[in-house]
């Protein structure tokens, strides 16, 4: 009894000596601190200082976050709603972040006040130390993120400017609560005993030292930094009265068509292919299809253009869409919960996925038409000069079919007359259900009807892009089928499958291949696609790549080193007579054109092609659809 009566007392001596010694001032130190008893478990008071830093610090970022993203992208359809829960989203996510990073400064403080009891009696200088070593993690780390998410150009962006407000803001707030959550603890661990020790001039210049490394650090990447151009340089176009259309075949070894071609297995194929240059292609920086058919467009990497998966994560609501950048810890994790609380949901990629112009756009700028059916990341189909068939038409009419109705018009195609000549597609129901080849090949198939029928109201198209996915999707379905430890005739059945896989293409392709001619060049552009069997398990692949040049002044058997995947859409400029940004990546490879050609076409090069100003994607329909068809592709 006399020790329950004099346990109260005990407390109240203890919080008039934190009092003498300046805390429990105002509101947010009784929270940390009025608690302390000096008698808490070592476990319990490490848990509970570090739950209280999260949940404030995650509260507060949590709001600062949603404020900024819907800065970005002003609230849709949910409004004010939307803002509150995407505000409640981040606070949990932060909370737990948070949590996690004062617990490991909590237990080292811990651990170095066990074998240093002299730490018990410097209260003020070890939670000061403690807070900023906090502020660097967290400005150190929100650096190097931005540094790796941000494109070069976007630097110096005000959402870069925004971005480091906040970063700095969210260091300098866990800063001063881990400063009192490391007070906290040290009440708890060591009583009473909470002298304060000046932080003298050392502390000083130590806290100075790291804010100016800081600063220096970001100061050096911002200062080579380079304004987003948003308009196309000045530049002129030297036409050469030539045509160009690329043809990207996904799913394509060197290896298997030399030995087709070899024989007559690949008629229209081998005779293309004799009539023009080969040459292979070196692997791609990222074994993505979207990223690489991205580089073979705009000219650029993965780095620059930010494709970099087959789908990303939209935000409902704030019509804020997300872009996975892999490889970047606190990115990685942020992206992964955003869908288990709710807060993102899986979206196709559209067209404000790609950071820079594709050629169609390039070309675009000085009236010249294109026609492009089927390319990864082109919805919505607005604002286009000439015709465009995205790579949502197909999935929507398979879509429509399945449910029994007429297929609704989303911005599938432009001019939306083309829509209504596409809508009628004969799809067999069964077949593409119950037979994965003559899925993959029903694909192929419309692609270039598509591009057949696109091509009949337009006299003269500068350009001409097709994207053909069924080799690839068929490879994967045979690569699946094969048992692990398959045999030589089970690999020969699933071989012999491939090869009238590319009968079936060739057949396809012949009046597209017919195409070229003294006055039309056809480019085709063949990739390995997407990795498969042991190539996923192992990250490798063992197959290259290949391109095919022929018609205009292509040189018959022409050779070249390996190409790029992003020397095409600067080779493609070169033959239109435009010139080649300095932002591309890539080269024109002048080998496997004519001398005659190269002399009175000499490459010109301009500063850049600007950005392409595009509308919001918003809703639509079918965007489950869409990615479970990634997923029993084997994609996702």
Not at 162 to 169: K, N, Q
Not at 430 to 444: G, V
Request: hydrophobic residues 50%.
């Amino acid at each position: 009894m006399t020790e329950r009566a004099r346990l109260p007392r005990d407390e109240d001596e203890f919080r008039r000596r934190l009092k003498s010694l300046g805390y429990l001032e105002n509101p947010l130190e009784k929270f940390f601190i009025g608690s302390a008893h000096g008698r808490s478990g070592v476990l319990f008071a490490n848990l509970k200082v570090a739950f209280k830093v999260g949940l404030l610090g995650g509260v507060f970022l949590g709001v600062v976050t949603a404020a900024a993203l819907s800065v970005d992208a002003p609230p849709g359809r949910g409004g004010l709603q939307s803002l509150v829960v995407l505000a409640g989203c981040f606070a949990i996510i932060f909370t737990g972040l948070f949590t996690a990073l004062e617990l490991v400064i909590c237990l080292a403080v811990t651990l170095i006040g066990r074998v240093f009891r002299r730490v018990y009696t410097r209260t003020e200088m070890i939670a000061f130390y403690s807070g900023v070593f906090a502020a660097l993690v967290v400005l150190l780390y929100g650096t190097l993120w931005w540094w790796a998410r941000s494109a070069q150009a976007d630097l110096l962006s005000v959402r870069s400017a925004a971005a480091f407000v906040v970063i700095a803001v969210a260091a300098a707030a866990v800063a001063w609560l881990t400063r009192m959550a490391v007070t906290a603890l040290l009440a708890l661990l060591g009583g009473a005993e909470l002298t304060a020790h000046g932080k003298g001039r050392a502390t000083r210049l130590y806290f100075a030292v790291l804010v100016f490394g800081v600063l220096i650090f970001a100061g050096f990447r911002l200062a080579g930094a380079e304004r987003p151009p948003v308009e196309p340089s000045d530049f002129t176009v030297h036409r050469t009265g030539l045509s160009v259309t690329l043809i990207a075949l996904d799913g394509a070894s060197l290896s298997f068509f030399q030995h087709l071609t070899a024989g007559s297995d690949l008629p229209n194929l081998a005779a293309f292919a004799d009539e023009g240059g080969l040459v292979p292609m070196e692997p791609p920086e990222l074994h993505v299809n979207p990223s690489v058919w991205t580089s073979v467009a705009t000219g650029v990497g993965p780095k620059k253009h930010g494709v970099t998966a087959y789908s990303a994560q939209e935000i409902p609501g704030l019509g804020f869409y997300v872009k996975e950048r892999p490889g970047w810890g606190f990115y990685d994790a942020l992206l992964g919960a955003l869908p288990m609380v709710g807060l993102s949901r899986r979206a196709p990629l559209e067209r404000r996925s790609v950071a820079y112009p594709h050629l169609w756009d390039m070309i675009a700028g000085k009236g010249e038409l294109s026609g492009v059916v089927n390319w990864w990341g082109t919805w919505p189909a607005e604002n286009f000069h000439g015709f465009l068939v995205t790579d949502r038409m197909y999935p929507k009419l398979v879509a429509a079919r399945l449910a029994g109705r007429e297929p609704a018009f989303e911005r599938e195609i432009h001019p939306r007359s083309l829509f209504d000549d596409l809508a009628d597609y004969p799809l067999d129901k069964a077949r593409l259900a119950d037979d994965p080849a003559a899925s993959a090949m029903d694909i192929d198939r419309f692609a270039v009807s598509a591009l057949l029928t696109g091509e009949l109201d337009y006299r003269s198209l500068a350009l001409t892009a097709l994207y053909l996915p069924g080799l690839d999707i068929y490879a994967n379905v045979l690569e699946s089928a094969l048992p692990e430890g398959a045999t030589m005739s089970e690999r020969a059945r699933a071989a012999e499958a491939a090869a009238d896989y590319w009968r079936f293409l060739d057949r396809l392709l012949e009046p597209v291949l017919a195409k070229r001619g003294p006055r039309h060049v056809v480019v085709l552009v063949a990739d390995p696609g997407m990795l498969k069997g042991h190539e996923r398990r192992s990250g490798r692949r063992r197959e290259e790549g290949f391109a095919i040049f022929a018609g205009g002044p292509v040189r018959r058997g022409a050779r070249a080193e390996p190409l790029g995947l992003v020397d095409i859409a600067p080779a493609t400029l070169y033959l239109l007579g435009f010139p080649v940004s300095a932002e591309m990546d890539g080269d024109v490879p002048m080998e496997l054109f004519s001398g005659e050609f190269t002399a009175a076409n000499p490459v010109r090069t301009m500063a850049t092609y600007g950005r392409v100003k595009l509308l919001p994607g918003g809703d639509y329909s079918i965007d489950s659809e869409l990615v479970e068809r990634l997923r029993s592709l084997g994609y996702l």
